[in-house]
């Protein structure tokens, strides 16, 4: 592949991450403005969001849309190399079109829980059989099990974490970033896969003006879903099999690295899981006990919570990028003082969602 002169990477980068936020803003102010209904259930149906007054929830389309533009845009720019070719991208289309698919039926049809995890199972399983896969052990039904978990998981986390403004959408920025910063460490800017998460890293920004609050529209299930596969996807390919450094624990290095990217979605799941099971009732079933709950209960602002996590999150993605420029050989240490980094946060937003549910 012949060289390109890295100012061309920076302008057309550059060009078409505006593009993305400009062409974002205009169609969810397009939508705001013509599709009232989508994602706003019966009162029957089983839905609970923070807060009380109901919004279109139709942000997730132009992810979609941007996304699928970024497909397109790529050749235009880059030397596409038989990329459209490639299984690995073929699946990744595949399961981020199911799982776009899933969320808009969700919206519209209130799916039953027994379809809707059948079908994010069906997304993990694609994503495998065209290669995107964890390769953490030398056992490949580990990696299989390991895969379909992190798939269903964070499709799952990413969608229950949508129930305050802006958290979902701030999160995935941010998830987004630590990914390109891994691939820029490696060299891979003209990856399609770069161009699609710019892409949607800028309908996410764009996406935010409407969503922050007190938020006009939200992104709903069409767009949580979709996010959930992609990310996982993205997830696998640049965080869990990212190239590892020299050194001892090789592999405890790409567990740390996902681990610290995914951490608000990762915790806020786990702690919602732990406190509905110890407190008898399903884990599956909505409430308002989320970690994002809990820090509104204690006093803080909508804003502020959206904050609090993005603040995490930026500070995770530090870490990354200390991750990738200077561990370059990692050791028993660098596994200690990461797992007490996230044990640490853990430690702090369980006790709050605890403390909340105390004062309540």
Known sequence: MKQVNPN????????????????????????????????IRNQDDTIIRWGTQSKPAVGGFSFYIIFLLSIIVYPVFFDSNQVFLNKQFIGMLLAGMLGFLLGLADDAYNTKPLLKLSTQITCAVILLVTGTEITISYMEPVNYIITIFWVVGIMNSLNMLDNMDAITTTVSISIILSALSVMIFHHEYNSVYFMEMLGVMGALAGFLFFNWHPSKMYMGDTGSQFLGVFLAAMG??????????????????????PLIVFIMPIIDTTTVVINRISGGKSPFVGGKDHTTHALAYLGLSDRQVALVFWAVTLISLMLVVIMEKFLKTWTHVYSLLFSLYFLLIFGIFFYAAKSAQRGK
């Open 236 to 257: 696998i390919r640049y965080l869990w099999n990212a190239e590892p450094p020299s050194g001892d624990l090789i592999s405890a290095r790409n567990l740390f690295l």
């Open 8 to 39: 061309y990477y920076y302008i057309v980068y550059g060009f078409f991450l505006a593009l993305s936020v400009l062409f974002s803003f205009l169609i969810n102010n397009l939508f705001l403005k013509f599709v009232k209904t989508l994602g």
